[in-house]
């Protein structure tokens, strides 16, 4: 029935006061109804104005939600304490809910006598609530249910009349248009304020982005960048590889010296953990984990991959404000980040290896080119100039079942990772790469310091029972570094010699430096004096070449110095120079060679290298 039939003249007399009384409710309603009232507010006007209509006690107003049932969202009880709470915790139009259903079918008021008794509503609910005779009440618009009030006199009964059912139906068919109004205007503005949040959102994740984005083209790496969301999400920012192991971690501003909010390995093994790990591998971009043991608070996980590889997984930790969506989206921006640093470092990596593999493969060889030598240098970023560099010689053990407990690169660094552990910090001595050749392992090492040779050798010999049980080290021969890297391959020579005397020694373990056998090695050369002379014009080549590059005569000035049992006074008046022109051209040959004079090892070496060459000279050719 229409609004204009319910008020249009009949023969009830007390009609005119009947439409008054409908129509000042209405009018309450309507004035109270501004774009700013929350629609609460007006829910409960109308309820409290259909319970003063109707001369009731109680009501409660229910709105339609997407899935056809009815939502409580306020209640009215004249004089009592406030409902708004139980009421909202109700749903009517459930599949047991005739009561509402017949509502619905009707789009009129349905009227319940003794609740207690009758089967269409939900008896339940009618106990709980102390209903005896209760209205239904559809709020219509355009033919369509948008709201039910229920009205009862709160545990008294109510004799329902024609009068009562046609006021409430126009009172509820006019309430109905404001309600309509109110809620498309709470609609038009709760979409304003998603769309500014929205606005807000991408503003900054938009920000973040942009800030990480700006640091990889500024050559962050991974740290930096977990560090940079780290400080914008303020919340702590943890990174694990692809075994779940802890790779490191960044702190928000202000948090202090407060450990890393580190879950236990127990914990990352647990199923919950797994299954949100297993989320993440199948697709998911971000999931998360709630708060338990080992995790004090809920944590966000992005998976790190690229080229359709793992490459680890990142988490933010919920502390402080609660997370946002935008959480989220910086976490994937940043994974995104990450993975890309982490494939650019692994690449570089892998190149660097390469060229250092061929650094070692020009030094082993045993006529390289120089120039080759050097550009294999250039290329692998090795610094020629301010660095010394050395060799190491590891000879393994025999035994067969021990030399394939592990690869040859897997026992290659493991020895690398020894030796490097036993050096001091910060490190003035660096292990650059390794190779395997007969049987052995030969290290290059580098370093700016003259006494680099002491530095290895003491950590060799501390490490030294590690390596003998973990690698099957059994000896050691330590070189001194090279100011000129064409050096390196002849002390290959040395080092594999002098390997073999040690090999056929009656102790053939323990670890020894090059330099300090010069005599046994010369003593066992293979080819005789050919051999030996080529010791001693590898010894004296960094001499003479600076000769031949400068017309100098550093030569001749250490053979005069030797000559003259290192007396400076005798040498130089030998050559005919001042005693400062013999400090000079010393402190030359210091700095351009291998030879420390104040050492007596290389003293020995320099006289030894000086008679063989003079014994060289004066052999003849044929013998």
Same mark, same amino acid.
């Given at each position: 029935m229409?609004?204009?039939?319910?008020?249009? *003249?009949g023969s009830d007399h007390s009609f005119p006061a009947w439409h008054k009384q409908v129509i000042d409710a209405f009018e309450e309603v309507a004035v109270f109804s501004t774009d700013s009232t929350p629609i609460?507010?007006?829910l409960r006007l109308i309820g409290r104005r259909m319970c003063e209509l109707l001369d009731l006690s109680r009501c409660s107003v229910y709105l339609r939600r997407e899935d056809g049932t009815f939502q409580g969202q306020v209640g009215y009880c004249a004089g009592g304490e406030p409902i708004d709470e139980g009421v909202s915790r109700l749903i009517s139009g459930t599949e047991g809910d005739q009561f509402t259903g017949e509502i619905l079918r009707s789009a009129s008021p349905v009227v319940v006598? =003794?609740? #207690?008794? =009758? /089967?269409?509503p939900v008896r339940s609910i009618m106990r709980i609530w102390g209903v005896r005779d209760m209205l239904g009440i559809p709020l219509v618009v355009d033919d369509e249910v948008i709201g039910i009030i229920y009205v009862d006199n709160q545990g008294v009964g109510h004799h329902y009349t024609d009068h009562d059912i046609a006021m409430a139906q126009a009172f509820a068919s006019l309430a109905a248009l404001i /309600?309509?109004?109110s809620w498309l205007y709470g609609q038009l503005a709760s979409h304003a304020d998603e769309i500014e949040r929205q606005r807000q959102l991408l503003r900054f994740t938009g920000s973040v982005q942009s800030e990480i984005s700006r640091s990889m083209i500024d050559g962050a790496d991974a740290d930096d960048v977990? =560090? #940079?969301l780290a400080k914008r999400l303020g919340k702590p920012v943890i990174r694990y590889d692809e075994d779940l192991k802890v790779s490191g971690w960044a702190a928000p501003p202000n948090w202090g010296d407060? *450990?890393?909010?580190?879950?236990?390995s127990t914990q990352r093994r647990s199923p919950r953990f797994r299954e949100m790990i297993a989320k993440l591998d199948s697709g998911a971009t971000v999931a998360m984990t709630s708060a338990s043991p080992g995790f004090m608070q809920r944590a966000m996980f992005a998976r790190l991959a690229a080229r359709g590889k793992l490459l680890g997984y990142l988490e933010v930790c919920e502390m402080g404000r609660p997370f946002g969506p935008f959480d989220s989206t910086a976490l994937t921006h940043a994974a995104d980040a990450v993975a890309l640093s982490l494939t650019v470092s692994r690449l570089d990596a892998e190149r660097k290896s390469d060229r250092l593999a061929d650094v070692m493969s020009k030094i082993v060889q045993p006529h390289t080119d120089p120039q080759v030598l050097a550009e294999s240098f250039e290329s692998a970023g090795l610094e020629r100039t301010a660095v010394r560099y050395g060799?190491?010689?590891f000879q393994f053990a025999e035994d067969p079942a021990k030399q394939t407990q592990i690869s040859l690169s897997e026992r290659r660094e493991a020895l690398l990772s020894i030796v490097a552990s036993r050096l001091s910090a910060p490190r003035a001595v660096e292990l650059i790469a390794g190779t395997s050749l007969d049987g052995a392992d030969v290290v290059l090492y580098a370093s700016s310091q003259e006494l680099a040779a002491d530095t290895v050798t003491a950590a060799i010999r501390a490490a030294m029972s590690n390596l003998q049980s973990m690698t099957g080290v059994r000896s050691a021969i330590v070189s001194d570094p090279y100011p000129d890297p064409v050096d390196l391959p002849g002390a290959i020579e040395d080092l594999f010699n002098l390997a073999q005397v040690i090999n056929r020694s009656h102790d053939p373990s323990g670890v020894r430096r090059l330099n300090e056998l010069t005599i046994v090695q010369l003593l066992h050369q293979r080819d005789g004096l050919g051999g030996a002379t080529r010791y001693a014009q590898r010894m004296i080549r960094p001499l003479r070449s600076y000769d031949a590059a400068h017309r100098s005569a550093l030569v001749e000035t250490l053979r005069a110095y030797v000559a003259a049992a290192m007396n400076m006074k005798v040498a130089a008046q030998a050559l005919n120079v001042h005693e400062n022109t013999i400090r000079y051209r010393l402190g030359r040959i210091r700095d351009i060679s291998a030879i420390d004079l104040e050492r007596l090892d290389d003293l020995i070496r320099v006289r030894t290298a000086f008679q063989v060459l003079e014994l060289d000279r004066e052999t003849p050719r044929g013998s």
């Open positions: 229409s609004l204009s039939a319910h008020l249009a *003249p609460d507010e007006i006598q =003794d609740a #207690t008794e =009758d /089967l269409r /309600l309509r109004k977990i =560090d #940079t407060r *450990p890393a909010p580190l879950g236990n060799l190491v010689h």
